[in-house]
């Protein structure tokens, strides 16, 4: 085997065996799997630490779309259309064995990966998702008025609302739905309900320009 081959061979058996035995899985038990020498990983990554972020960009940064960020913010759609069609994709793309597995298990233990990918979703969906709310409801927007612990924590609930489905099938290995299409339309039709009920309880109005 050439070593790019070797290579993507280490890197698709590991992504396989952490999925299933968690971050404290040790390399050594992963050649053993794979029937290579326990130097022929290290050949290829320097560290335990370095196959777990060849891991994170695998798993996570190949599965997430760029284009997601500029759906939240066109506004030539309705805000409801691109909340669905947002999260419609990103169960599609990331509701997934090995995914969802790597995702809770490295939330346990000291290899940032959670944490990192969380950021990439505030920065991309939720903060955005919060200021098109508003911009929808004809409330200040975040320059104006900045974003509240309230709001975000909103908007978290119902991403939280969505994987928690994937949690249930992937780790809970409890029933699920088969077509999750319904689900996720009304889990956004009843969060939009009632933030628009609730947000402009939240949203102070902006401050009138003082005049000399």
Known sequence: MRAPERERFIVDEAIRFF???????????????MGITHSAIYRHFPSKEALIERVYEEVFLSRWSPSWSA??????????????????????RVFEYNWVRIFVFSGMKSFNITGRYLDIVRKDIIEPACNELRHDLGLPSSETVPLSERETEMFW??????????????????????????????????????????????????????SF
């Open 19 to 33: 999925a299933e035995q968690g971050f404290g899985g040790q390399t050594r038990e992963l050649a053993k799997r």
């Open 71 to 92: 759906l939240i913010r066109d506004r030539s759609l309705s805000f409801e259309e691109r909340l669905s069609r947002f999260y419609l994709e990103y169960v599609e």
């Open 157 to 210: 609930g119902l991403h939280g609302r969505v994987f928690y489905l994937a949690i249930r099938r992937y780790v809970y290995e409890t029933p699920t739905p088969d077509h999750l299409d319904d689900i996720v339309r009304d889990a956004i039709t009843a969060f939009l309900d009632g933030s628009k009920a609730l947000m402009p309880k939240l949203v102070p109005p902006a401050a009138e320009p003082t």
